[in-house]
C-alpha cells in the first residue's frame, strides 16, 4: 500500500541547515508527484514545494531562497534541505503525495506521519 | 486564494448533524479538498473536488458547494470523527483554511 515517511533530525541549531528525507512505497517518484508541507505547531499548514515526476520542483515563494528539494528514484526517496533556520521554522514537516485532478490542479492524497524539528542552540 | 474557515471551534453531540463552511476569497471552481487530522497524526484526505468521497472514506461524509462557499457535513457524528477538518483549494495556486477544531459535547 502507499507508505510515506519523514525522517531526519529533530533538533537544528539557529542558522544551520535542516535535512529530511521522505522515504516512500507503493508508488514510484517517476510516476507520482511528491510535496512538502509544514505546520507551526497550533498553527495551519504551508505548502512548501514539490518535485515534479520529471526531477523538476517548485517551491513556495517566501521559501524559495532558502529551500532545496531533490530525490533519489533508485532508493525512492525525496529530500528537503532548508538553510538558516530560526525559531519561525518550527513545525511538523510533511511529505505527501500528489494527486493529479486535470487541468493543471493537484490535491495531495496520502500523506506521512510528519516529522517535528525544533530551533534551538 | 485565501480559505476561511468557520467556526474555529465546534461542539456537537454524537449523533449530531454537523456542518462546517470553507469560503475563500476567490471563486474555487469546485477544486477544493477537505482533510481529517486527528491528533498526533497525519492529515487524511476525506473529500475532493468538492464532492467525491475518497475510497474508504465512511459516507457520513459528504461535500458540497460551489463558487466561494463549500461545506463539508457529517450526517451523524461519531465519536472517532473528534478532529481538526482542514479545506484545502487547488484551483489557483495552493491554500490551506486555517482549520475547524470539533470536539464532543
Known amino acids: 500500500q502507499v507508505q510515506l515517511k519523514e525522517s531526519g533530525p529533530g533538533l537544528v541549531q539557529p542558522s544551520q541547515t535542516l535535512s529530511l528525507t521522505c522515504t516512500v512505497s507503493?508508488?514510484?517518484?517517476?510516476?507520482?508527484?511528491v510535496h512538502w508541507v509544514r505546520q507551526p505547531t497550533g498553527k495551519g499548514l504551508e505548502w512548501m514545494g514539490v518535485i515534479w515526476t520529471g526531477g523538476s520542483t517548485d517551491y513556495n515563494s517566501a521559501l524559495k531562497s532558502r529551500l532545496s528539494i531533490s530525490r533519489d528514484t533508485s532508493k525512492s526517496q525525496v529530500f528537503l534541505k532548508m538553510n538558516s533556520l530560526q525559531t519561525e521554522d518550527i513545525a511538523t514537516y510533511y511529505c505527501?503525495?500528489?494527486?493529479?485532478?486535470?487541468?493543471?490542479?493537484?490535491?495531495?492524497?496520502?500523506w506521512g506521519q510528519g516529522v517535528m524539528v525544533t530551533v534551538s542552540s | 486564494i485565501q480559505l476561511t474557515q468557520s467556526p474555529s471551534l465546534l461542539s456537537a453531540s454524537v449523533g449530531d448533524r454537523v456542518t462546517l463552511s470553507c469560503k475563500g476569497s476567490q471563486n474555487i471552481n469546485n477544486y477544493l479538498a477537505w482533510y481529517q487530522q486527528k491528533l498526533g497524526e497525519a492529515p487524511k484526505l476525506l473529500i475532493y473536488n468538492t464532492n467525491s468521497l475518497q475510497t474508504g472514506i465512511p459516507s457520513r461524509f459528504s461535500g458540497s458547494g460551489s463558487g466561494t462557499d463549500y461545506t463539508l457535513t457529517i450526517s451523524s457524528l461519531q465519536p472517532e470523527d473528534v478532529a481538526t477538518y482542514f479545506c484545502y483549494q487547488y484551483n489557483n495556486g495552493n491554500t490551506f483554511g486555517a482549520g475547524t477544531k470539533l470536539e464532543l459535547k
Open positions: 505527501a503525495r500528489d494527486y493529479y485532478s486535470g487541468g493543471g490542479r493537484h490535491y495531495f492524497d496520502y
Open positions: 507503493g508508488f514510484s517518484l517517476t510516476s507520482y508527484n
